[in-house]
């Protein structure tokens, strides 16, 4: 446990108050409060069980997610935050949700086989039986080639389960990655002078497309098409991960009517087949998919709630992460946890009667997995854009994220000047024991990663939470492994303090963070 005793504390926080850096008044009453509150009355484990095993997984569209965001508004409600309620935004696709799934070898042998559905694919109606059949793409493929090739297989394909590409061949980790940074490394990229870093400008683009050449998303697109009218019975993926992991995403299209019954199958069992096939042995395999669609789920909602401000409440500090998930578990590294995280941030500072001055408001975003969709459509109606602005953006003071896993916060950035990483940096120090060790500035205005980077493109101060790895990238990022287990309280009880007491910060000093003046600002990157 982290905890200092009020006497120890006191005399670290005179000592800090004493660093001639320190330019920003910091409430050491406040830290400590948060503290208290973090550590004695933590609800973390409650809500992150709630997300994972009673409304998990979340995916944008079902009714799962919509369950949870509804839990987190009463939730919110109970614990005395204002305003709580759903924005709706236009998804335009129907939900969709596999209830049942089983796939079987029934010839050469007979087994149980490991697999996930791929989202907003057909279920089979009933089980089916077909024998296999590998087949490997052609690789950039001209549109003739990919014409030809169809024209080739068209015969082949017909009553067959399609196995798509070569089994992976995953070679074994040596050397994993730490699942922890060393403190001087974390301190060597964020506790800097808080110079911004990232890219000044647009990207210098990559190789450029050869127009002859079929997009891959096209030939995925074409590929899934040609086997719905060639009346193939099944499509199986290689998951091509160690260790039975697996990723399932979705049909491109989102319409289910375009695809066959599809699965991701651990890179295991896919092997065993492709080579059972290659040795001669027809494989006949039994599919037994139910997937339901739910055509509300095409106008989706994001979360919010506040504790409203007082002499400055029109002025907002934002702080969330996404609530949606992938399929193939119950999403609680990614991101159940992010949004108990900032739950708990904003609960603490209810619970310990806080008066702030600017409104904070929690959000928790939709449709984050198929592009940042919900974060996007809302900064789209408060704020407009840098080009085109709204009121609010001028007023706005800032929103943190957090969608990296179960690890604790280790920095932060910032978008915005080196000046706005120093107030941070300020703010956060009285939680460098818990391992927070600084802020970095960026002025990358591109999209992608997480939603604090929908605000970053407007010009907004986005703040992302940089954490410790812990086993996301390794093994619970997107992958049928990610589960309450995984979870570890401690992290992300430290990191809603530490949150908790920027948030804060923020809602409180005299003026908003610093911005880069119009004539730095960078331009928007080419797509
Ligand atoms: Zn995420």
């Not at 559905?117 to 039986?129: D, E, K, Q, Y």
């Not at 030939?219 to 992991?245: C, K, Y």
């Not at 996301?472 to 992958?479: A, C, P, R």
Request: glycine residues 10%.
């Amino acid at each position: 446990m982290r905890f200092r005793a009020p006497a120890a504390l006191t005399v670290v926080a005179l000592c800090a108050l004493a660093t001639p850096s320190a330019q920003e008044t910091i409430d050491r009453d406040v830290s400590w409060k948060i503290r208290r509150e973090a550590t004695d009355n933590s609800h973390i484990m409650r809500t992150l069980q709630v997300l994972t095993d009673v409304y998990g997984p979340r995916l944008t569209g079902s009714p799962n997610l919509q369950g949870a965001a509804e839990w987190v508004v009463k939730e919110a409600t109970a614990w005395g935050l204002k305003n709580a309620h759903l924005e709706p935004w236009e998804f335009g696709h129907p939900g969709w949700l596999n209830e049942k799934l089983s796939v079987h070898i029934v010839s050469p042998v007979k087994d149980a086989l490991v697999v996930e559905a791929l989202a907003w694919t057909p279920g089979t109606n009933g089980p089916i039986t077909a024998q296999i059949l590998p087949l490997e793409l052609p690789q950039r493929p001209t549109k003739a080639q990919l014409t030809g090739f169809f024209d080739a297989q068209r015969a082949a394909v017909k009553g067959r389960i399609v196995m798509v590409g070569k089994p992976e061949a995953v070679t074994v980790t040596i050397d994993p990655p730490a699942k922890r940074r060393e403190d001087s490394d974390v301190r060597a990229q964020f506790g800097g002078a808080g110079t911004p870093g990232g890219p000044q400008g647009p990207q210098p683009s990559a190789q450029k497309p050869d127009p002859d050449v079929v997009p891959p998303a096209q030939v995925t697109e074409q590929f899934d098409q040609f086997l719905v009218s060639a009346g193939a019975i099944g499509r199986v993926n290689d998951a091509g991960r160690d260790h039975g992991q697996i990723r399932a995403f979705n049909n491109r299209t989102f319409d289910i009517a375009r695809a066959v019954p599809t699965v991701v199958m651990r890179n295991e069992d896919y092997g065993r087949l492709w080579r059972l096939s290659a040795n001669g042995r027809p494989v006949e395999l039994e599919l037994n998919i139910v997937n339901r669609s739910y055509p509300e789920g095409r106008t989706q909602y994001n979360v919010v709630a506040e504790i409203p401000g007082t002499d400055k409440a029109a002025e907002v500090v934002m702080l969330g992460g996404h609530l949606d998930s992938w399929h193939s578990a119950t999403g609680a590294t990614d991101n159940a946890i992010g949004c108990a995280t900032m739950l708990e941030a904003i609960r603490i500072l209810q619970a310990i009667g806080i008066q702030p001055r600017r409104t904070i408001r929690v959000a928790l975003w939709s449709g984050e997995e198929q592009g940042l969709l919900g974060s996007q459509a809302y900064v789209k109606e408060h704020f407009g854009t840098f080009e085109g602005p709204k009121p609010e953006h001028a007023t706005f003071a800032g929103y943190f994220n957090i969608d990296s896993g179960t690890g604790r916060a280790r920095g932060m950035t910032v978008f915005g000047p080196a000046d706005a990483a120093r107030i941070l940096r300020d703010a956060t120090r009285p939680f460098e024991d818990n391992g927070f060790l600084g802020v970095m500035a960026t002025t990358s205005r591109r999209r992608g990663g997480s939603d604090h980077t929908s605000f970053n493109e407007v010009g907004l101060p986005g703040i992302g939470v940089q954490q410790d790895p812990i086993e996301y990238g390794t093994h619970t990022w997107h992958t049928n492994l990610d589960t309450y287990e995984r979870i570890i309280e401690d992290d992300a009880r430290q990191s809603a303090m530490v949150i908790a007491a920027a948030v804060y910060h923020l809602a409180m000093r005299n003026d908003l963070l610093p911005r880069l003046p119009k004539d730095q600002m960078p331009p928007l990157p080419t797509p």
